[in-house]
């Protein structure tokens, strides 16, 4: 199994709304991330779990939290965002963060909107 | 330095046809070379990758080539299939899995 799961599929929220994002991995894979894509555009990396750990945050606004609850779970705490952030929220999980090779698998995304 | 630039930003190709994208690098601590594929509504997808000390892989219909003096590097797809249609993107990375340098991406549209 090579499946990595998100949801929600879609969110719409409010400049003032609190919302989560949920990804979840059993492949026993200790290495966790986040990226943001916008339409037409690579993902973008925002975040990095290591071991439960944070190991790379990629100067993301603080509005954006992220937490790994434990080595399957990996959340993503929205808060006060703006019209700009809406995009496809990516997760992806790969053996280990520190080996070169190591692939990554994505999952299908969490399409946000900010009204 | 740590850009990878793609091309071209687009590419029709008939079916039966072969489609040719190129990436190109100017951080020689690069040493992984993955192209993924995504789908429309879905994420990436590990396609096929290289590491600087081999010229060439394959894996059925899909060849990465590789130049090192060059830095560049590219994706040949043969017989190209209307399911092949997605968007491919180059990328690399030096050291870790953890960052990855995405190139900007093709959108490929494979004809009947």
């Known amino acids: 199994d090579t499946e990595v799961t998100q949801t929600p599929k879609h969110l719409v929220m409010g400049m003032t709304n609190k919302k989560s994002l949920k990804c979840e991995q059993h492949?026993?894979?200790?290495?966790m991330y986040w990226y943001k894509q916008k339409a037409k555009k690579p993902p973008e990396l925002m975040f990095v779990?290591?071991?439960?750990?944070?190991?790379i945050n990629e100067s993301v606004p603080s509005r954006f939290s992220p937490e790994c609850p434990n080595s399957s779970l990996l959340n993503l705490h929205l808060h006060a965002l703006q019209p700009e952030d809406s995009a496809l929220y990516l997760c992806?999980?790969?053996?280990?963060?520190?080996?070169?090779?190591?692939?990554?698998?994505f999952g299908p995304g969490t399409r946000l909107t900010v009204l | 330095q740590q850009q990878v630039k793609q091309s071209p930003q687009s590419l029709i190709v008939q079916k039966g046809g072969i489609s040719i994208i190129n990436c190109a690098y100017e951080?020689?601590?690069?040493?992984?070379f993955p192209w993924y594929q995504q789908f429309p509504g879905k994420g990436p997808a590990l396609l096929i990758a290289?590491?600087?000390?081999?010229s060439e892989k394959k894996e059925g219909r899909f060849t990465i080539s590789f130049n090192k003096s060059a830095k560049q590097f590219s994706l040949h797809i043969m017989d190209s299939q209307p399911g092949d249609s997605a968007t491919y993107f180059c990328?690399?990375?030096?050291?870790?899995?953890?960052?990855?340098?995405f190139g900007t991406g093709t959108r490929l549209q494979v004809t009947l």
């Open positions: 992806a999980s790969s053996q280990e963060a520190a080996r070169v090779q190591d692939t990554q698998y």
């Open positions: 492949m026993g894979h200790r290495a």
């Open positions: 779990y290591s071991y439960e750990k944070l190991s």
């Open positions: 951080n020689t601590a690069f040493d992984y």
């Open positions: 290289i590491r600087p000390d081999v």
């Open positions: 990328a690399a990375s030096t050291g870790t899995a953890s960052k990855l340098t």
